[in-house]
């Protein structure tokens, strides 16, 4: 479970929150009030979350790909002149 801090005590506790998320492999979590607005995450948390995202993309435009009627690129370079 992640840490949580107020977005005051997270900016008197910047570098001492890095450290922990960078060595300790801890999340924290940063609230405003009730509602959290943000995470200091550890590098390699970054890292898997933008692989799922890549993979994701790459399963919805496979998906995409597959549907009748897409338009040729060719067509596409031609309306955009590209």
């Not at 977005?7 to 009030?33: K, M, P, T, W």
């Not at 790459?58 to 596409?76: C, D, N, Q, R, S």
Request: aromatic residues 4%; positive net charge; proline residues 6%.
């Amino acid at each position: 479970m992640p840490s949580k801090l107020t977005a005051s005590a997270a900016r008197q506790n910047f570098s001492d929150i890095l450290n922990r998320a960078a060595y300790g492999g801890e999340r924290v979590v940063v609230h405003r009030g009730k509602k959290p607005v943000a995470a200091v995450v550890p590098i390699e948390d970054l890292d898997l979350i933008e692989r799922l995202e890549d993979e994701l993309d790459v399963k919805a435009a496979l998906k995409a790909l597959k549907e009748p009627g897409a338009i040729p690129w060719e067509t596409i370079k031609k309306k955009l002149r590209l």
